[in-house]
């Protein structure tokens, strides 16, 4: 697959994994509320899972690796924000934090074909299941974490 984004997107995947592991794993850490801190790990897990199949991914096509440097600290520190500030305001960022992800996640999966498909597909998937979890908090809807929970069953 080629186009001119192509490498710098593929990598947006593994910044964002490696950012979303260390913001839930800190956020989960500091809040209070028992069912915010299981919500927070479930979100947790489905980066750690999506990075393991990026991590597969660029094995088996052959391509490099390249750890992405500081985001696992600015993970970290903005997970120390969110699991200390309001709910509301929490998840109106995690649902905002999505959007750049989304949009090189969806140009990927636009491009791909075949078995290619199907990896940026889940990509994408998991990053609007994240969005689905803010929204679905910020209305105070139940089940939000179904879409997440769906993926990590795969």
Known sequence: MTYPEYKKDLQHIHESEV???AVFDIAARLTRNAERKQKWLVLKAL????????????????QSI?????????GKAEGAALGLMPWWL???LVRDATQPFQEKFLRLKDHAEGEDKK?????YAHEKAI???????LAKEGDSLK????????
């Open 131 to 137: 969005e689905a979890f803010a929204r679905k908090e």
């Open 90 to 92: 929490a998840m109106r």
């Open 47 to 62: 980066e750690e899972q999506t990075l393991q199949r990026y991590l597969d991914y660029m094995t088996a096509t052959g």
């Open 119 to 123: 990896f940026f597909a889940y990509v």
């Open 66 to 74: 390249v750890e992405p440097t500081g985001w696992a600290l600015k």
């Open 147 to 154: 879409a997440a929970k769906d993926l990590l069953a795969r």
């Open 19 to 21: 950012y979303g592991s």
